[in-house]
């Protein structure tokens, strides 16, 4: 592995490189989140302001007649032919700008109407910062919220004519044309404010420069600000006084109504920086060199500790989203490419969702930080004296050892159930209990036997937290809406759900009142709840409850309990009897000082006192909590709280209009704490496009009251 000489331990001390490279890589990803939802902003102001005109125009064309003999007075058009081109191009080309489609024509069709105006009718600011915004986007094009992104990479490798030139071009442009255009906006802004200074002079400056919208600044700050311009110092924090500046100058009553677009295009030049020949250029060119090493893993020192995390389920994922601002190695192990969103597993099951809606691919998570590698691989075991990570044929070293691996099912002794009850952990779960539960209406649809028929149309959960709360409300809205008049022979609205609880409620783990509300809720929707009933036996055509009752059924689903991975046996570890790992209060592994366990795979007391519970946002919080004890060490600081679990609530939905929601000091039923859950669940996805795909799919089914994924894959083992 090849590292930079540059980076030594004896010419930064941990303070400066911690501390430097968090504040950066913290830049960057403030900056990364932000400008695509700016990037859509802008281009919707712009064009709103460009449609507004040519609405305006079709509503008195006589004067849009007029206009055009001087706003486009082009020799070779008439002016009623000039007016329609240009009431087309007020008109369309905006739809396109705010959609992201053409985006480069659509800005340079638009930018050209307003140069033409600018040069032959009224010089005037406004066509100026217009003309200056949509420039940019013909050369960069739009950002990640447009069609022109969603559909470059096929395009790019399609086989239409001139796709593939056409593409080279557009990334031609975006990489080294773009910057040119932030280079060349310096230099008209610090021209227009040395004008505005005195310093230089021009004849009609207000053709080419918007001098009228800096009258009123003084000339010294008109001078700093320009040569920090020229240089390309400070880039953001200058656009960032400039728009400070635009905006007082509008609060003093001078041109009020030029503020929104200098401030728009000053927002671009603070997200995308300073362009070529700068100094922040040279800046961060020296960062990337010897603070952030995020061109590849194999540029990163060797000598920066290496962290191994084990699962990228929530708390892997979020403690290396937290690690990989800090000078470390990371590796990051999973047995699958890909993190998924187990909350909504369910969905999958009950033909809702599809798999690719809940899970998003790791290794695009991390593609911006060279620090992070990400492994496929299953762990086997874990060699704590050699500090070795063993997964297949493989081994990796290590300095801290992060184990995040979750749980999977328990049967509390009884493994001799799970193939008649299957769980859901997986996405092979999901997708399998899909077609266990699907099949059961076609097999019913095929028979001929009444008994059999009433087998197959009786479905039972056994377990009811959320998980059992969850798919029995979903598949009873499944039965009675989502396959309503798709049977000839059966009535799927006269299935049986059954939800069988050994406990004396259901959704323990909530208060009582709301553990009535959701259990009114099922029973509104025809579940039969079985309270105190404790299942003794499983098999492929019934279940036994208590020492003699007898539920004939061919599907069975299990929400009855989890069992920890097996991680403390790999350390030998001291665990409980559902294999949760001992840990300390900093939530390192009992016995060593460098492993450490979260999420499901640990057997903390952090919340006063009392275990933490098996929930995402407590994976979330422990992760964190983890990269944040690293940190501390790495800046050897001792002074590092214990682990507290603060609770954030927890939800449970019962079919499409009703939830519970209990947040300690508010507790929240019905149609209101069901419009909660969905938007927590859609605001926790990773990736923008699983938030907009599972909504999509949401509006649908409820609108409707169909689901899309009624596919039966793998093979029927039955008849």
Not at 398 to 412: I, K, M, P
Request: aromatic share 10%.
């Amino acid at each position: 592995m090849t590292t930079n000489p540059v980076l030594t331990e004896e010419r930064y001390s941990p303070f400066v490189r911690v501390t430097m490279r968090i504040w950066v890589k913290s830049y960057r990803s403030i900056i990364a989140l932000i400008s695509p939802i700016f990037d859509f902003l802008v281009r919707l102001l712009v064009a709103q302001a460009i449609f507004r005109s040519g609405i305006v125009k079709i509503g008195d064309w006589d004067t849009a007649i007029d206009l055009a003999r001087f706003e486009y007075p082009v020799s070779w058009m008439a002016p009623e032919t000039a007016a329609i081109v240009g009431v087309l191009i007020e008109v369309i080309a905006p739809l396109l700008l705010i959609f992201g489609l053409f985006t480069r024509g659509a800005a340079l069709a638009i930018l050209l109407l307003l140069a033409v105006s600018q040069i032959e009718y009224v010089a005037i600011d406004l066509n100026l910062w217009l003309i200056a915004i949509l420039g940019w986007y013909v050369l960069r094009g739009a950002g990640g919220f447009s069609v022109d992104r969603a559909v470059a990479g096929g395009l790019g490798g399609s086989a239409l004519p001139l796709a593939q030139p056409f593409m080279r071009l557009c990334r031609l442009l975006t990489e080294y044309v773009a910057p040119a255009w932030l280079l060349l906006l310096r230099i008209w802004l610090a021209v227009t404010l040395l004008i505005v200074a005195g310093v230089y002079e021009m004849a009609r400056p207000e053709l080419l420069l918007p001098i009228q919208s800096f009258i009123g600044v003084g000339s010294g700050l008109a001078i700093l600000l320009a040569v920090a311009l020229i240089i390309g110092l400070f880039i953001p924090v200058t656009a960032l006084a400039m728009i400070f500046l635009t905006s007082a100058l509008a609060a003093m009553g001078l041109h009020p109504d030029l503020t929104l677009f200098p401030m728009l295009l000053l927002g671009l030049m603070l997200i995308f920086g300073a362009g070529y020949l700068s100094v922040d250029g040279l800046v961060s060119r020296w960062f990337e060199s010897n603070i952030l090493f995020d061109r590849k893993y194999d540029d990163v020192p060797a000598h920066w500790p290496h962290i191994v995390v084990v699962g990228a389920g929530f708390g892997g994922l979020a403690c290396v989203a937290k690690l990989k601002n800090l000078p470390v190695r990371i590796t990051l192990i999973d047995r699958h490419n890909y993190h998924l969103f187990q909350p909504l597993l369910y969905q999958i099951a009950t033909a809702a969702l599809s798999p690719a809606d809940v899970a998003t691919p790791i290794r695009g998570l991390f593609r911006n930080d060279g620090n992070v590698r990400v492994v496929m691989g299953d762990v086997s075991g874990i060699d704590a004296a050699t500090q070795t990570v063993n997964y297949g044929q493989n081994s990796l070293q290590y300095d801290q050892l992060v184990l995040a691996t979750g749980a999977s099912h328990s049967y509390f002794g009884k493994d001799e159930w799970a193939p008649y009850a299957p769980g859901l952990k997986t996405i092979e779960d999901g997708v399998s209990v899909r077609g266990h539960v699907l099949r059961a209406f076609e097999r019913a649809e095929a028979s001929n036997d009444p008994e059999r028929i009433k087998r197959l149309l009786t479905f039972v959960i056994v377990g009811a937290g959320p998980t059992g709360v969850e798919l029995a409300g979903a598949i009873a809205e499944l039965a009675h809406h989502g396959l309503k008049d798709e049977f000839s022979q059966i009535d799927p609205a006269q299935a049986q759900i059954i939800l069988v609880q050994s406990g004396k409620r259901i959704l323990p783990a909530f208060p009582e009142e709301l553990s009535a509300h959701a259990m009114a809720s099922l029973e509104q929707l025809g579940v039969e709840i079985k309270l105190g009933g404790r299942v003794t036996n499983i098999a492929a055509d019934h279940v036994q409850i208590g020492d003699d009752q007898i539920i004939a059924t061919e599907t069975v689903l299990w929400a009855a309990g989890v069992v920890a991975s097996p991680a403390g046996k790999w350390l030998e570890a001291e665990s409980d009897r559902a294999g949760r790992v001992a840990v300390d209060e900093h939530l390192r592994v009992k016995g060593y000082e460098n492993v450490f366990a979260i999420g499901d795979t640990a057997g903390s007391n952090g919340w006063k006192g009392d275990p933490v519970p098996g929930l995402a946002p407590a994976a979330k919080q422990a992760g964190v909590y983890v990269a944040q004890y690293i940190q501390k060490q790495l800046l050897d600081d001792s002074s590092v709280p214990p682990f507290a679990y603060k609770h954030q609530g927890s939800l449970a939905t019962i079919g499409r209009k009703s939830a519970v929601a209990d947040f300690g000091f508010v507790k929240l039923h019905g149609a209101i704490a069901w419009w909660l859950w969905g938007a927590v669940h859609v605001g926790f996805l990773s990736g923008m496009r699983n938030r907009i795909s599972v909504l999509i799919n949401w509006i649908w089914s409820y609108f409707t009251l169909q689901v899309g994924i009624r596919l039966i894959t793998g093979k029927d083992s039955g008849a």
